[in-house]
């Protein structure tokens, strides 16, 4: 079989390359901690009396996780292989590295293997003596039930769980409230996307799987997991349409509310196609009297150079309204 | 009856590394239908590193503590993913079993075992029947206890062993995983083989042949 | 055969929904023209005693060109079909929206048909009393020899072109020298690029062009125009030193000089692998003591979907990194 | 000797949509050789808004010039890209040839072509040989002036006129582009017709249909 172009070098040090370019990229932004290269932390970012926020998982998502490290977002992220997550060690490094004292909230994905090398690090940081709480993001709505949210995979809506954590996390509120604003800003989050085309890791050069032309996977995950249903390919609104009514099903937004959008790219979709899907979440927020208080569209979390999009909503309130507002500045992400 | 000591464990770590890294191909398969297709890489990355680690250890005299610590943690942070603190953690509770010894007897491989299905069952919250790793070592753990229990041989006992793995991984095809990245699928992951299943056994008839149990 | 798929509704109303869609997603940055659809300026930019910048040519290079209309950056875009120039009409609405009474600049890709129509549209704009200059992008350093410079195609490198003038207009220099910066700012930028599969205009859903198996093509246009040569794709250093090697030999940059950097996605090319090309970048430059003021990397100009990369060096002096530096504020991009 | 009023020149430009939109992928491919893939595009929405606005118009006594102008400007509004801005200027002049006629001659078609390949020639700043849309208007309206002063009727000239533009739009195969977005090709771009020459003949093909020459 053909095989899938990439611009790379070689299959074994793609994360390690990819990590010195950020870096040469962002040194005002992202440094290494001494001795652990796959721990990157804020250049100003972490300080004494402040809840160190942590985050990571695999690569092959750019810019989630890296991007969102920076003053008033993450402290640190923890970085794996593609798909892979980070081993306990490098995520430990990082509890260390952004420690300032007040405890260390560890982010990420629900996912069994992120979940268990995650956990493994916080055992060992406690052994150091460093206070570490958990808190997961779940907000792929396709991914389980809703009585069983808990089971449910974090997709591109980890932005929005992590922009408004790192934001109670800069404000120096205490370790109690940084985890609830994160718990609370994950229970507000809700996506879900399609995907149109496979990605290939760099280690095969092969798609993970496939969608058969003329199709498209409903509810993928952003490793290529299976969705809930493969169908034809619908046009912009009708897949809109689709995520929105499960999106308000699980939301039961009123009159009046406010959201946050997020519209994604899992890589190969381009925005010319992300703004025609936010035409139709536009038009669908106005007819339910919903309005929009900041809208993204773009690459956000990614599946390499996968084809298809997701729709996040986040069901805003005051405080969760706030802390999207609360400045940061990342290397691929800012908001002043 | 014969005993093995550290430098015979490096040697069964090699032939599992060997074995995985022509297998690499075909668990990305597996894993790419109801997975993220990367369990091939993930192994292969893992036994892999476990091999170079234990390339560098000095054979003279090492105890098989040791090698099964080594295992782990090169294991551990070669891999992330859920294969890496699964096999860890197998491979430190195996280690614990032989603390303190020099060799291990053949019945010393029924705690080994034991310990490593239930460093899995623990770390993973798994049981058999949910479509995991666990469906390959829970009853492989079980074949080499009972064989050993029976008389067997460490050879036949192994035979009974890989055995077991065998029917387990195949009974994976049918279930409905319950576990894992593929546990979102509901009725879409049955009628495949699960991948950490199917390593498993590659794992366990590795161990097999690496230990030279002619002797 | 197999028909490339794409998010959208019709092929006839893509770029009509995409506004919709980006004025839903930005309406603090941007608004349309009254009247004029195809005429997006800024919220904030234009003023008197100004000179207005509008830059425009065809839609499919997302977030070229609105994603750089904002205050202190293009005051107006015009916004053409896909890969089509814009007509003059909507061109004309944007120069007299944003004419402070200053003098408008036109800058935009040198394409036949982006200059046919934009002269058009200055012609007409001088029966309105609006004085109208045009500076071209010429940055495509393998869309023709140095010789001919004025023959080359504006590519990525735009992004620093009209990032330059932008903040001249935005400084309220003299119309004499917010061209002359514009046109130094062109003259310093050089761009080369790759492109590893093709792309498919909405109206067609099939590839506009083949790039074999194994292939990339050197030195593509951003429409699919065919390169320089026909290869097998290199790895990602080997693709960043051949582009580099180009580079240096018409900028000719010696040692202690300052650049700044663009590693720009053509669409389904993913950061990591545009990360992997920096990370050679950033060697080549440090091994010939060239230093980097600034490095941005991810989807800048684009081709839709296709898969492919360019990399672009400005080469700075005090002045131009003075420009990259002033502050603006757009849609899809900003500087603080 | 017929005339042909601004009726029947509404009725030309719509046997030209029709020709164009049969031709859309055609043109699409071979800008796609060459070019950006998209003349097809271009024309077929071009002449599309030409059809859609002169539907518009009231076709009682409409003179040709108001004909031509209105092509003009719808193509040109509808299309961008470089034939925008050509066939744009070309129905301009030949309006402006018209100008004050209720109908046109067979004559005044001399005159009409020679000022929209002029036109083009002015707009693109292109001569023959540059392989480009002139290569088949510029030997068409040379054609077509030299048939009329040759005696020939409308008809008669027309034949020549398309055999000329075909001649001249298969010529372009063996030149290497010097005007417009394939100039950049060198000799990449030898070997494939030049697609706004290869529409050029469409056109004036139906120009030919169009006018119902047998009046
Ligand atoms: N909670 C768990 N308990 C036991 N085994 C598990 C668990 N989660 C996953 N596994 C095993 O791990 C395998 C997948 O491993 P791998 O592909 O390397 O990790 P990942 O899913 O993180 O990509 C599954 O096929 C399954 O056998
Ligand atoms: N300067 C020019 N003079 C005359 N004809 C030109 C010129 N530039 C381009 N053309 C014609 O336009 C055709 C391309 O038209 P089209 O594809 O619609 O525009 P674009 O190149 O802007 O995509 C070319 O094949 C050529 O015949
Ligand atoms: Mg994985
Ligand atoms: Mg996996
Ligand atoms: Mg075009
Ligand atoms: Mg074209």
């Known amino acids: ?336 | 009856m014969a005993n093995y000591d550290g430098a015979s464990l490096v040697k069964m770590f090699k032939a599992i590394a060997t074995a995985i890294a022509a297998q690499k191909e075909h668990l990305c398969e597996l894993d790419g239908k109801i997975g993220d297709a990367d369990h091939g890489i993930a192994m292969a990355l893992g036994f892999g590193a476990v091999s170079d680690a234990l390339s560098e250890l000095d054979m003279d005299g090492v105890a098989p503590t040791a090698v099964f610590n080594m295992a782990a943690k090169s294991f551990l942070n070669a891999v992330g993913a859920s294969s890496g603190p699964l096999y860890a953690t197998a491979f430190m509770r195996a280690g614990a079993t032989a603390k303190g010894k020099i060799s291990l007897a053949e019945g010393d491989f029924v705690a080994a075992f034991q310990a490593m299905a239930k460093g899995i069952e623990d770390r993973g919250k798994a049981v058999v029947g949910e479509k995991t790793m666990v469906d390959a070592w829970r009853p492989a753990a079980e074949a080499m206890a009972a064989a050993h229990a029976g008389g067997a041989d460490l050879a036949a006992s192994f035979a009974a062993t890989v055995a077991a793995a065998r029917k387990g991984a195949e009974a994976t095809i049918d279930m409905v995983a319950a576990k894992g990245r593929s546990a979102r699928l509901g009725e879409r992951s049955r009628g495949h083989m699960d991948p950490g299943a199917a390593s498993a056994v590659f794992v366990i008839e590795a161990m097999e042949r690496g230990l030279d149990l002619s002797g």
């Open chain 1, 1 to 336: 079989m053909e095989k899938t172009k990439k611009i790379i070098n070689g299959q074994d040090n793609v994360v390690e390359e990819m990590l010195d370019g950020i870096l040469a990229a962002h040194p005002q932004h992202l440094r290494q901690v001494e001795g652990s290269a796959r721990s990157i932390i804020a250049v100003d970012g972490p300080r004494p009396g402040k809840v160190g926020l942590v985050i990571g998982g695999g690569s092959g998502h750019e810019p989630t996780f890296l991007g969102f490290v920076g003053r008033g977002l993450a402290d640190g992220a923890a970085i794996g292989n593609v798909f892979a997550s980070p081993p306990p060690d490098p995520i430990l490094e990082c509890a260390k590295a952004v420690s300032g004292g007040a405890g260390v909230l560890f982010m990420y994905g629900n996912y069994a293997g992120d979940v268990m090398n995650f956990d493994m690090a916080a055992e060992m940081a406690a052994m150091d003596d460093i206070d570490v709480r958990t808190v997961l993001t779940t907000d792929d709505i396709a991914s389980a039930p809703r009585d069983e949210r808990d089971k449910r995979r974090g997709v591109a809506g980890n932005f929005f769980v992590f922009k408004a954590a790192g934001a109670a996390c800069d404000k120096i509120l205490s370790f109690d409230e940084c985890e609830r604003v994160g718990r609370k800003a994950n229970d507000h989050t809700y996506t879900m996307g399609v995907a149109l085309s496979p990605c290939s890791l760099p280690q095969t050069l092969k798609p993970s799987f496939e969608i058969a032309p003329g199709e498209m996977e409903v509810g993928m995950g952003i490793h290529g997991e299976p969705g809930i249903a493969v169908g034809p390919l619908e046009p912009a609104d009708a897949i809109s349409d689709m995520i929105l009514d499960r999106i308000f099903e699980e939301m039961a937004p009123a009159r009046g509310d406010k959201v946050a959008v997020l519209v994604n790219s899992l890589g190969a979709t381009s925005l010319m196609e992300l703004y025609i899907m936010n035409r139709r979440v536009k038009q669908r927020l106005d007819e339910r009297g919903i309005s929009i208080h900041a809208t993204w569209v773009g690459n956000y979390c990614t599946s390499l150079e996968m084809a298809g999009a997701s729709i996040t909503l986040m069901h805003l309130d005051g405080e969760l309204q706030e802390m999207l507002d609360h400045p940061c500045d990342c290397a691929m992400f800012r908001v002043v």
